[in-house]
């Protein structure tokens, strides 16, 4: 597609479960990142994938959460044992190389209720 | 650093004025700024950057301003219209990095 699509739109679970994201990124984008942003504030960075490297996790929460990419593809956000704080909109972004000036392309979001 | 609370600062403006959205960021060392639109439900938009050789830059109706001096940023919208309501985050990156953080984000309401 033309831009960052993401999936699920919308994710309601139960406290306890595991709940996946998906992220689809711009063909051709190498770097990828997933941020969060709670009701009403900014957006807190979980994690960035560039081509092969070793992804930078140093925004991941805790160690329930995690995150995979397939080479410069598909990109999944792994969240176990989901509890009330998990809510959020999860933000799925590319960019065409990891360089210091090109800006990010945001998905839509996948907005996680957890009840 | 910015606060963290609920409530977004929030500027309302009458259609056609022009707007001033400002930011305030904490890092010296970054040296590329982006500003960001983003609509209820939406994911963020780019809307324009600037790096830090540079002290303004304009696009169509926008305009970046960067103050480096005092770590400030600001976003000017000439003319604004209802459709330019929406939430509007700034971003920074520090120089050798590939991350850029984010700020709270200022509300704009226009009224037509």
């Known amino acids: 597609g033309a831009g960052v699509s993401q999936s699920p739109s919308n994710k309601v679970t139960e406290k306890g479960k595991d709940v996946e994201l998906r992220c689809d990124p711009i063909?051709?984008?190498?770097?990828l990142y997933w941020y969060r942003q709670r009701l009403g504030q900014g957006l807190e960075f979980l994690i960035y994938?560039?081509?092969?490297?070793?992804?930078?996790k140093s925004g991941l929460p805790s160690d329930r959460f995690s995150a995979e990419r397939t080479g410069e593809s598909v990109s999944t956000l792994t969240i176990q044992r989901t509890q009330q704080e998990d809510s959020a909109v999860y933000l799925c972004?590319?960019?065409?190389?990891?360089?210091?000036?090109?800006?990010?392309?945001f998905g839509q979001g996948t907005r996680l209720t957890v009840v | 650093g910015e606060s963290v609370g609920l409530h977004l600062p929030t500027l309302s403006v009458q259609e056609g004025d022009n707007s001033i959205i400002n930011c305030a960021y904490s890092?010296?060392?970054?040296?590329?700024f982006i500003w960001y639109k983003q609509e209820s439900g939406k994911g963020p938009q780019f809307i324009i950057d600037?790096?830090?050789?540079?002290d303004k830059r304009q696009g169509q109706r926008v305009t970046v301003l960067l103050n480096k001096t005092v770590k400030h940023l600001s976003l000017q919208i000439a003319a604004t219209q209802p459709g330019d309501s929406a939430v509007y985050f700034c971003?920074?990156?520090?120089?050798?990095?590939?991350?850029?953080?984010f700020g709270r984000g200022t509300s704009l309401i226009v009224h037509p």
């Open positions: 972004a590319s960019s065409p190389q990891g360089g210091t000036n090109t800006e990010a392309f």
């Open positions: 063909s051709g984008h190498t770097a």
């Open positions: 994938f560039q081509g092969n490297s070793a992804p930078d």
């Open positions: 890092n010296s060392a970054s040296d590329y």
């Open positions: 600037i790096r830090s050789n540079m």
């Open positions: 971003a920074e990156r520090p120089g050798g990095s590939y991350i850029p953080t």
